[in-house]
Structure formats: structure tokens, C-alpha cells
């Protein structure tokens, strides 16, 4: 019984480039031979099927219904798997906890598919977001250098571990216009968050500004593949690196998890 790797791609605020992150993260994991899911948990709001080019059929909603399985809204292309969410369903959006639930419990049916599990989550603080965070081994908050990334990632940071225990996070720079920024914006930020919260923050690199990422966007194709030998993508691979060497938990957190049942029989 494999441990499945769980990464949540989350931010704060919109617009700091969490969905192309997690795009082009799962794309480049799976150019190192892992099983990807990549999970769309912008729930009223999918964009990762726009960034793919794909078109979804049947999405979350189709489960939450009951009409089908996570195993039947499977998407396959560019060598991952994707689980697709709806955009304009303000029903998705006001989920309750035991929705959530059903969602993360409903993934353990997909356990021998996949080495990675990526959750692109939605922006801010909702309760959407809290639950799938919450559910993940690893959380990579992305931010940039600009004060309201800033202000709305150490928001929820403070949210993540006054309600929900969380002690660690690994911080991405994102759009960084030198070798050195993406560093000097974790130092920042790090040296506020551990004045005032108690968390172990960690660098997980950066990805620099590149006008492809907007280019691939517009042809609605993953940067990875349109422009492979861009210096975003350059740093993807490299955090793909990164990501596979993070140690993989395998018991139980105590709390609502991603495959809780196999950290619970990795600990008899």
C-alpha cells in the first residue's frame, strides 16, 4: 500500500497565479514518472479546464449529486488525471461540512491510481478552502510581491493554524523579476509570521515573471508544453524536484484527511 503525496495549492487572494502553479506543477511530476490527480477545488469558479483545454462533461456537482462516481468525472489528458468542478453553481459554493467531507472520504476510491494528489483551491478563506487545506499533507502558499498577496496570505496562514492546528507551511514566490526577490519575499514574510504565529514556514522556491505563461494561457495550453524550454518552465521541473523529495506522512493527523484510511492501516 503506496502513501499518496496530498499538496495543496492555495493563496489568499486571486490572481497571484495558483492554477497555472498547480497546472503546471502536476504536468511536470508527471514528466518524473508520477501518477498525478490534479483536483479543479475552485468549486463555483473551475478554471484548471480552460488552462488544459479540455471541456468536462460532468463535474463535481455530478457527484454531489449522486448521479456518479470521482472515478467517472476523470478527465485524462497531458499525461495526468483531473477531477473537474463546475463554474456559476452558487450551490457548490455554500457547500456544508459533510459535503466537504463526502468529497475527501470519496477520493480513497482512487487511492491506487496515483502517486500525487494536487488540490487547486479556491481564493480566500472560505470554508471550501479551509476543508481542503486542512485535508492535505502539504500546504504551498503562493504570493507575490505586492501588499495585498502579502496581507491575504499571512490572513489565512493565521486562520489555517489558530482553527485548524496547521504548523506548516511552504511559501512559493511567484512572477519574481530576479534571482534574489522570491528569497527576500519569503524572508519578509517570514519574519512577521514568526513574530505574531506559531508555524514553520518554508521556502519552496520561486517561479520568475515570464510573458509565455500568458501567451500559453490565451492558446488555453499548459505553459509546460507550449513553451518547454521557458524559464518558467525551467523553475516548474525544478519544483517538481523539490516537491518529489518533501517526506511523505504516513499516519494520521487526527483530523479529516485525504486517504485517511490507509494512514490509519500504515500505523496498526
Known sequence: ???????????????????????????????????????DADLGLANV???????????????????CSLADILIETHGIKVIPASSGVQSLV???PG????????FSELADEMDVLVVDTAAGISDSVISFVRAAQEVMVVVCDEPSSMTDAYALIKLLNRDCQIRDFRILA??????????????????VAGRFLDVNLRYAGDIPF???VRKASQRQRPLLE?????????AYRRLAREVSGWHVRTHAS?????????????AI
Open 254 to 266: 487526527g483530523h479529516l484527511e485525504f486517504f485517511v484510511e490507509r494512514l490509519v492501516q500504515s
Open 174 to 191: 511567484n512572477m519574481t523579476r530576479t534571482a534574489d526577490e522570491g528569497l527576500n519575499l519569503f524572508n519578509r514574510f517570514s519574519a
Open 94 to 96: 455554500s457547500m456544508g
Open 99 to 106: 459535503q466537504h467531507a463526502g468529497i475527501v472520504h470519496a
Open 226 to 234: 507550449a513553451y518547454p524550454a521557458s524559464k518558467a518552465s525551467e
Open 49 to 67: 479546464d480552460i488552462l488544459l483545454g479540455i471541456k468536462a462533461n460532468k463535474t463535481i456537482a455530478n457527484v454531489l449529486s449522486g448521479e
Open 210 to 212: 515570464d510573458d509565455n
Open 1 to 39: 500500500m503506496h502513501p499518496i503525496q496530498v499538496l495543496a495549492v492555495t493563496g489568499g487572494k486571486g490572481g497571484v497565479g495558483k492554477t497555472s502553479i498547480s497546472v503546471n506543477l502536476s504536468l511536470a511530476l508527471a514528466g518524473m514518472d508520477k501518477r498525478v490527480v490534479l483536483m
